[in-house]
């Protein structure tokens, strides 16, 4: 296996010497779309998410949330923060949040692997402004698109809770109260707030800046397996799904760059011959497969820990399956829609959406406050 690892990386580096205008030329691409886009979108979550851990809330929301997500996703309640920042922000997000959550034993293994199956999306941004506005140009297709996106993670995160063991939920039972869980906030270690935070930025960056490691990777392979023409053969491979869909042949060569990176994939759709509406369906594929490179981050996010991702891949592929037709289904609806009026993209930043979360996490402590409160004990 080393031995195949080291041909890889010697064929690979032989390659770049080959076409290095190639690789200098994607690798500035991704740059630039690191620099522009992802640490706009994602940074502001990261620092958040440490800071929130790191000073207790975590442990807080675990006791609060219980009785929301235990029912719905057989998940501790701290898995919340996952959910809503991974649905809010993109992926890898719900990757790192799980990992840290892991670390602080606040989930099992089995409960950490469920939850990034399902909470490592495409960013909302990404699908209504890069997607529908930008390729499409159609931002009402946007709105299908996020529906073709979002339940259907959710509904994967709710089946997956039926494969829980059993015995890996814990039988004590603890008290649902505001009280209990500003008592485990209280309690919770800390350190200085100048410490606190220089910590939380330095995990942040760290974070953020192997992301865009792993962009300007994939970029630059993508840019060379397609100089070589070996991203026209793997085309080739999707045509046989493509047929099964009813959809243009010509979109094989998106397929093919976004089974590698989602952004690329998405850029190559308008260059086909195929209609919107299976560019549309083709956009829904590519976003829900996630790509190597976004899979690539997730597996970066979670390697110090024993977390696994046997159900994130498996979801992949489900979703790769289930999102266009989701957008078939919605096709009768598209043209007359209502939702051709609405263009809420250009009020969307990625500070707002930072805002829903939290006071989305805040409704979710209430709501799970007052669930707990008809039940005065429940079983976690």
Same mark, same amino acid.
């Given at each position: =296996?080393?031995?195949?690892?080291?041909?890889?990386?010697?064929?690979?580096?032989?390659?770049?010497?080959?076409?290095?205008?190639?690789?200098?030329?994607?690798?500035?691409?991704?740059?630039?779309?690191?620099?522009?886009?992802?640490?706009?979108?994602?940074?502001?979550?990261?620092?958040?998410?440490?800071?929130?851990?790191?000073?207790?809330? =975590?442990? %807080?929301?675990?006791?609060?949330?219980?009785? +929301?997500?235990?029912?719905?996703?057989?998940?501790?309640?701290?898995?919340?923060?996952?959910?809503?920042m991974g649905f809010v922000s993109g992926a890898p997000t719900g990757a790192n949040i799980a990992a840290k959550l892991r670390e602080?034993?606040? %989930?099992?293994?089995?409960?950490?692997?469920?939850?990034?199956?399902?909470?490592?999306? %495409?960013?909302?941004?990404?699908?209504?402004?890069?997607?529908?506005?930008?390729?499409?140009?159609?931002?009402?297709?946007?709105?299908?698109?996020?529906?073709?996106?979002?339940?259907?993670?959710?509904?994967?995160?709710?089946?997956?809770?039926?494969?829980?063991?059993?015995?890996?939920?814990?039988?004590?039972?603890?008290?649902?109260?505001?009280?209990?869980?500003?008592?485990?906030?209280?309690? %919770?270690?800390?350190?200085?707030?100048?410490?606190?935070?220089?910590?939380?930025?330095?995990?942040?960056?760290?974070? +953020?800046?192997?992301?865009?490691?792993?962009?300007?990777?994939?970029?630059?392979?993508?840019?060379?397996?397609?100089?070589?023409?070996?991203?026209?053969?793997?085309?080739?491979?999707?045509?046989?799904?493509?047929?099964?869909?009813?959809?243009?042949?010509?979109?094989?060569?998106?397929?093919?760059?976004?089974?590698?990176?989602?952004?690329?994939?998405?850029?190559?759709?308008?260059?086909?011959?195929?209609?919107? =509406?299976?560019?549309?369906?083709?956009?829904?594929?590519?976003?829900?497969?996630?790509?190597?490179?976004?899979?690539?981050?997730?597996?970066? =996010?979670?390697?110090?820990?024993?977390?696994?991702?046997?159900?994130?891949?498996?979801?992949?592929?489900?979703?790769?399956?289930?999102?266009?037709?989701? +957008?078939?289904?919605?096709?009768?609806?598209?043209?007359?829609?209502?939702?051709?009026?609405?263009?809420?993209?250009?009020?969307?930043?990625?500070? +707002?959406?930072?805002?829903?979360?939290?006071?989305?996490?805040?409704?979710?402590?209430?709501?799970?406050?007052?669930?707990?409160?008809?039940?005065?004990?429940?079983?976690?």
């Amino acid at each position: =296996m080393n031995i195949i690892k080291a041909l890889s990386v010697f064929l690979f580096f032989i390659l770049l010497a080959i076409f290095p205008q190639t690789t200098a030329s994607s690798a500035l691409n991704a740059l630039n779309l690191w620099w522009n886009n992802v640490i706009p979108a994602l940074l502001p979550f990261f620092m958040i998410a440490e800071l929130l851990i790191n000073i207790g809330v =975590m442990d %807080c929301l675990s006791i609060w949330l219980t009785p +929301i997500m235990r029912p719905l996703f057989k998940l501790p309640g701290a898995a919340a923060l996952a959910v809503v920042m991974g649905f809010v922000s993109g992926a890898p997000t719900g990757a790192n949040i799980a990992a840290k959550l892991r670390e602080k034993e606040l %989930c099992t293994n089995e409960e950490g692997e469920r939850l990034i199956a399902f909470t490592n999306n %495409c960013s909302p941004l990404f699908i209504l402004i890069t997607i529908s506005v930008a390729t499409l140009e159609s931002p009402q297709l946007g709105i299908w698109l996020l529906l073709s996106h979002y339940p259907v993670n959710l509904l994967l995160g709710i089946i997956l809770s039926f494969f829980a063991p059993k015995e890996l939920i814990a039988k004590e039972k603890q008290t649902i109260s505001f009280s209990a869980g500003l008592k485990a906030l209280i309690n %919770c270690p800390r350190l200085p707030v100048g410490e606190l935070l220089s910590n939380s930025i330095k995990k942040a960056l760290g974070t +953020i800046i192997t992301i865009g490691g792993f962009i300007v990777f994939f970029a630059v392979l993508t840019a060379i397996l397609e100089e070589t023409g070996l991203l026209r053969w793997l085309g080739f491979l999707f045509k046989p799904l493509l047929s099964l869909l009813g959809l243009d042949p010509s979109l094989s060569e998106a397929l093919a760059h976004g089974f590698f990176e989602t952004t690329i994939g998405i850029a190559k759709l308008p260059q086909s011959q195929a209609c919107l =509406m299976e560019q549309t369906m083709a956009a829904s594929i590519i976003i829900a497969w996630n790509g190597l490179s976004i899979q690539a981050q997730v597996a970066a =996010m979670v390697y110090h820990t024993k977390l696994k991702l046997k159900y994130y891949l498996i979801s992949r592929v489900i979703h790769s399956i289930i999102a266009p037709l989701v +957008i078939i289904a919605a096709m009768p609806y598209i043209q007359t829609s209502a939702f051709s009026t609405i263009n809420i993209q250009p009020k969307l930043t990625p500070l +707002i959406l930072l805002a829903f979360a939290l006071g989305t996490i805040i409704v979710l402590a209430i709501t799970g406050l007052y669930l707990g409160k008809t039940k005065k004990t429940h079983t976690i």
